[in-house]
């Protein structure tokens, strides 16, 4: 499992998000009921599976894959950037 290494600057979880409060609650809300996590929105436009840090720090114990993957040394935190390969 990847993880973004730090927050982006339109991070979900930050002042300077680019979507509501209400959409915001909404993902979080779907993502929990599905047992899954929130893909970093700058991967997800470089095709790349990537958590968003913002929710990893806030719910990583609420996931399945998040549970593991600490439990198996992980996750792998990225820098999701030009020079990601």
């Known amino acids: 499992m990847e993880v973004q290494i730090k927050q982006c600057d339109e991070c979900l979880f930050s002042d300077n998000k680019i979507v509501s409060e209400a959409r915001k609650k909404d993902v979080i809300r779907t993502c929990l009921k599905e047992n899954t996590y ?3 929105h700058k991967a997800t436009a470089k095709n790349m599976n990537v958590c968003c840090k913002g929710y990893w720090d806030m719910y990583r114990n609420k ?22 390969p």
Do not use: E, M, S, Y
């Open 63 to 84: 996931f399945n894959l998040g549970r593991i993957a600490q439990r198996i040394g992980g996750p792998n935190f990225v820098k999701v950037d030009d020079d990601h």
């Open 38 to 40: 929130f893909t970093c």
